[in-house]
């Protein structure tokens, strides 16, 4: 069984920044695709990032440039490192798990990694950008 946690979220101005963390407790995930999600106020859940089990890293086009993703393995952790925030940003944001180390992209190499790729969720941290 693995269990994720998120932490770091909370209430910044448009133009700040903050950090995301996902601790996993369980078996390690060191072999495994993270992603994180987002799902903005009545929209469905939407892919922000995806890191690989190698190290690679892929991005939605609205974050690409203001976000970053990192693991620690020795640590079992994720992070998300968020620039730049704009309101639109907004929403709880979840970290996952995939089920296999999935490409995290579609044939062109863009990012491209659905939720059903995924088996283990984090309940979430709320992203609040304010205008």
């Known amino acids: 069984q693995v269990m994720l946690v998120e932490s770091g979220g909370g209430l910044v101005q448009t133009g700040g920044s903050l950090k995301l963390s996902c601790t996993a407790s369980?078996?390690?995930?060191?072999?495994?695709?993270i992603g994180w999600f987002r799902q903005a106020p009545g929209k469905e859940r939407e892919g922000v990032s995806c890191?690989?089990?190698?190290?690679?890293?892929y991005y939605a086009d609205s974050v690409k440039g203001r976000f970053t993703i990192s693991r620690d393995n020795a640590k079992n952790a994720v992070f998300l490192q968020m620039n730049s925030l704009k309101p639109g940003d907004t929403g709880p944001y979840y970290c996952?798990?995939?089920?296999?180390?999935?490409?995290?992209?579609?044939?062109?190499?863009?990012?491209?990694?659905?939720?059903?790729?995924?088996?283990?969720w984090g309940q979430g941290t709320q992203v609040t950008v304010s205008s």
């Open positions: 890191m690989r089990s190698d190290g690679s890293t």
């Open positions: 369980g078996r390690s995930f060191s072999w495994y695709a």
């Open positions: 996952a798990r995939s089920v296999v180390d999935i490409s995290c992209s579609d044939v062109s190499g863009a990012y491209y990694s659905p939720p059903i790729e995924y088996d283990y």
